[in-house]
């Protein structure tokens, strides 16, 4: 990352909490702004709306652009992504260079672009490539692209086709359970580092989360039984052993526990949303091998818990002294919660409007045109 | 965890910036030894509503016959009846858990409404009114409860009951094409939601809600408009309409400084020009390259202004 970007970077997480404290009335304008006087932030951040219209219309546009180069100069595969990949690049580099541009959405179009022309050209040099060989080179061209330019999304993508990559051979669950223990030091060593700036803080975590999600899925029964990790594996796939099948019962009952474990002693949200998803995931396993009585009847229980709990959790964090218990509170700190509740309103209108239904079939039945009699049924 | 937010709170202390109280409070929040899971608990009791409805739209598809449609339809009001009263009994209180119990009750009085509908037929050939009746009572108990989502829920019964009438043979737009139908009743519907943002907002009566009503509103007209520009027939017509409504919208968006909006325009503008140019380029046999040329000049256009409008607005947006 330019050293100029992550200084702006680390400016941005101290305005954005002053932000925050703002907005919660802990200070006046005056410290507002003497603390933005402190750490200016030279950067050009549109908002949310600018930002997704910006980022869509170059990344249409430059996609445009790609096709245009290529209808016009007819260039082989290989030269034209490698071509691609290096104006791409270079349109990132001044946007975030020269231009300033942070949260602009142009550029992250264009490092989409660029990191994604990367890969195909590594897939288009070989001619019969392997599922590992591809996933490598898109492995290392979102993880440079990551490193370069501090996006989160980016680390998460490199860090699946790592996983997809580790899934050829024996050993691919091995393996992915080894990713999943170095994610441990992903979000809590590199990830809360003050050595790094937050854009690759945020890098670091997204990569360790997808690992630690990678780590579950191998120790998942039902993931045991399906050879989900294997299904990329050339040649057979031989049926798990009966060992392998009470090692991943164990860890598909002991996984989420000790991911919430985590995240309560080291306060770390990821490990709380991770645990709390791998609990829900090993619930399903547990009633997909033992049911127990109907779906309804499940879905009710699992929705009554899920309120049981977040109201005990409520009334017990808001018990203690000072309203917290532990390190955690129910009560809002000092974040931006605008886009929480937005999200939350679009799922809530997504998952729950009523729809349009069509109109019901006409419940006619002549009854004309049947044969009967001597025996006849009616029916060819 | 944020240690840039941490060491920036010991520096303005140092420099007398922050005031020495106040900044224990931050430091705590900046170096996550103090953790709000206020978001997490909401999630989850919006997981949980989300569970239930689903587990009892299941209990009655399944067991309809077993249990019997009464005992269905009461056991499902009652529950539902329980919820509302004890968000009636609470109001008002703007808590995320009294949210939660308010469209948990909301949404089991529609289901079992619904299925009254269905299996009782009360209404009979007039079924679709049944909608109609679930967007006035999620409208009721949104302005009761002061309740956004129960409002943008009660907008989006209305557009579903509009789009059943359509199915249905209530329709009164006998000069429209069947294709078309839908594209007349979602506009409609998109200028009645914003027409309503806009008095609400004039009367001061919850002008809270008005920003839900606009962006549906507008969301309903700008995506109807978008989708009928893949129909041939027409097409000019309504890329017409689309960059009007855009430039109508990036207009007044401007003037309210609602800049979320004012990109929709934009967008929805930038969409109806790119239909017209595919328009001419079909008609006079352009291909290809022409069109991506159109497209990267439209592109540039679009990038430009929103820079230029996030600049006039001093980059605040």
């Known amino acids: 990352m330019r050293a100029d970007a992550a200084r702006a970077d680390r400016a941005h997480a101290v305005r954005t909490a002053a932000d925050g404290w703002r907005r919660a009335g802990a200070i006046d304008a005056t410290t507002l702004l003497a603390i933005a006087a402190v750490y200016p932030d030279d950067r050009v951040r549109l908002g949310l709306g600018f930002r997704v219209l910006a980022g869509l219309a170059a990344f249409v546009g430059a996609g445009a652009f790609a096709g245009l180069l290529a209808s016009v100069f007819l260039p082989g595969a290989t030269i034209l992504n490698l071509g691609l990949a290096v104006l791409f690049t270079v349109a990132t580099e001044v946007q975030i260079g020269r231009l300033r541009r942070a949260q602009a959405g142009a550029e992250y179009a264009t490092a989409i672009l660029a990191a994604s022309s990367a890969g195909i050209a590594w897939l288009s040099i070989s001619d019969s490539p392997s599922i590992g060989l591809v996933c490598c080179g898109f492995a290392m061209a979102f993880a440079v692209a990551a490193w370069r330019w501090g996006y989160a999304l980016f680390a998460a993508l490199a860090a699946v086709f790592v996983l997809l990559a580790c899934s050829q051979g024996n050993l691919s669950r091995a393996v992915w359970l080894v990713l999943g223990c170095a994610a441990l030091t992903l979000i809590l060593g590199s990830g809360r580092s003050p050595r790094w700036p937050p854009a690759h803080r945020r890098c670091f975590a997204a990569a360790g989360l997808v690992f630690l999600a990678g780590a579950y899925v191998a120790t998942n029964l039902y993931s045991l039984d399906r050879r989900w990790v294997e299904v990329f594996q050339e040649g057979g796939v031989v049926a798990a052993g009966a060992w392998a099948r009470r090692a991943a019962i164990a860890g598909t009952i002991l996984m989420p526990p000790i991911v919430l474990c985590l995240g309560g002693r080291f306060r770390e949200r990821g490990f709380l949303a991770a645990g709390a998803l791998f609990t829900s995931a090993s619930l399903v396993t547990l009633r997909h091998y033992h049911p127990i009585g109907p779906w309804w009847l499940s879905l009710i229980l699992g929705g009554a818990g899920c309120l049981a709990l977040a109201v005990a959790l409520r009334r017990w964090l808001d018990s203690g002294p000072g309203r917290e218990r532990r390190g955690f509170t129910a009560e809002p700190l000092f974040e931006d919660r605008r886009m929480v509740e937005a999200a939350q309103a679009a799922a809530t209108l997504v998952a729950m409007s009523s729809g349009p239904r069509g109109a019901p079939e006409a419940p006619f039945d002549g009854g004309g045109g049947r044969s009967g009699g001597g025996g006849a049924t009616g029916r060819a | ?317």
């Open chain 2, 1 to 317: 965890m944020s240690p840039d937010v941490v060491s920036a709170v010991d520096e303005l202390v140092k420099q007398g910036v922050l005031d020495r109280r106040a900044a224990v409070a931050f430091r705590r929040a900046a170096s996550d030894s103090l953790v709000s899971v206020r978001d997490e608990l909401r999630v989850l009791l919006w997981v949980g509503v989300l569970l239930i409805t689903t587990g009892v739209g299941f209990l009655v598809q399944q067991n309809v016959d077993r249990i019997g449609p009464l005992a269905i339809a009461i056991g499902i009001g009652l529950t539902a009846a329980a919820c509302l009263g004890l968000a009636w009994r609470r109001a008002p209180a703007p808590s995320f858990v009294f949210e939660s119990v308010l469209l948990l009750g909301a949404l089991l009085a529609a289901a079992d409404l619904a299925f009254v509908e269905v299996k009782f037929t009360a209404l009979g050939a007039h079924w679709p009114w049944h909608l109609l009746i679930v967007a006035a009572a999620y409208a009721t108990l949104a302005f009761r409860f002061d309740s956004k989502t129960l409002f943008s829920l009660a907008l989006t019964s209305f557009a579903a009951w509009r789009g059943v009438s359509i199915a249905g043979v209530a329709t009164p737009w006998g000069g429209v094409a069947d294709s078309d139908r839908l594209l007349v009743e979602a506009l409609g519907c998109g200028v009645m939601f914003i027409a309503l943002g806009k008095v609400l907002e004039r009367v001061r009566i919850k002008a809270q809600f008005e920003p839900v009503a606009a962006w549906l509103g507008w969301l309903l007209i700008v995506g109807v408009l978008a989708m009928r520009l893949g129909i041939d027939e027409g097409r000019v017509i309504t890329a017409a309409a689309l960059v009007g409504c855009g430039a109508v919208l990036a207009w007044f968006s401007w003037d309210e400084r609602s800049l979320g909006r004012y990109a929709l325009g934009i967008g929805a503008a930038a969409v109806g020009i790119g239909g017209w140019s595919f328009q001419l380029m079909r008609v006079l046999d352009g291909g290809g390259t022409a069109f991506s040329t159109v497209v990267v000049m439209i592109a540039a256009v679009v990038i430009v202004l929103v820079l230029r409008a996030h600049r006039a607005v001093g980059g605040s947006s």
